[in-house]
C-alpha cells in the first residue's frame, strides 16, 4: 500500500511473479468503468474481501476502506511513501507524461488529491491517514520511502 506514484503496481507485479501468486488493485473493486465510474462502496469492499480470505493474496492500491479489511490478513505489509509533496508531485507529473490518454486536468485533480490525503486538508480533513491506518499492524510493516529502497527490496527478495 502508499502513495500515489511510489511503484506499488511495479511491487506487486515484481512480488507476484516471484512468489507465482496473482495480485490485485484495489482500482479493479473501487471502479466499475476505470477511474470514471465508481461501483457501489459496500459492493467494493465485499469484493475485495473475498480475496482476504484466500491463504495467498498480493493487493495493491491507496483505497483506506478497500485495504482495511486486509491489513489484519496480511503477512507482510510494504507500505511504499514520498519523502515529501515536491518529491510526489514531480513523480506523478513524470508518470503523467509517460501515460497516453490521460488529461492534465486529471493530473491536477490527483495532484490536489494527495495534498489533501497527505495533510488532511478539504474532503481529507479527519480523515485517517495511511501511518495511522497501519499503525494497529506496525510488528509486520515494511516501509519503503526510495526507489533505491524499493529496488534493493526487489533485488534482494
Not at 28 to 48: A, N, W
Not at 70 to 95: M, P
Request: with cysteine.
Amino acid at each position: 500500500m502508499g502513495d500515489a506514484g511510489r511503484g506499488k503496481t511495479t511491487l506487486a507485479s515484481h512480488l507476484s511473479k516471484k512468489l507465482d501468486i496473482q495480485h490485485h488493485s484495489t482500482d479493479d473493486y473501487f471502479y466499475e468503468v476505470k477511474f470514471s465510474k465508481e461501483r457501489d462502496r459496500q459492493e467494493s469492499i465485499c469484493g475485495v474481501s473475498k480475496l482476504y480470505y484466500n491463504q495467498k493474496w498480493i493487493v495493491e492500491g491507496t483505497t483506506h476502506h478497500l485495504l482495511e479489511p486486509g491489513l489484519i490478513y496480511a503477512d507482510t505489509i510494504i507500505y511504499l511513501t514520498h519523502k515529501n509533496i515536491a518529491y510526489q508531485w514531480t513523480c506523478l507529473i513524470k508518470r503523467h507524461f509517460q501515460r497516453d490518454n490521460e488529461k492534465i486536468s486529471d493530473l491536477l485533480q490527483l495532484m490536489k488529491h494527495v495534498l489533501y490525503k497527505r495533510y488532511g486538508l478539504g474532503y481529507k480533513k479527519g480523515k485517517m491517514t495511511n501511518s495511522e491506518l497501519i499503525a494497529p499492524h506496525q510488528e509486520k510493516v515494511i516501509m519503503l520511502s526510495s526507489f533505491k529502497e524499493i529496488n534493493d527490496f526487489m533485488n534482494n527478495f
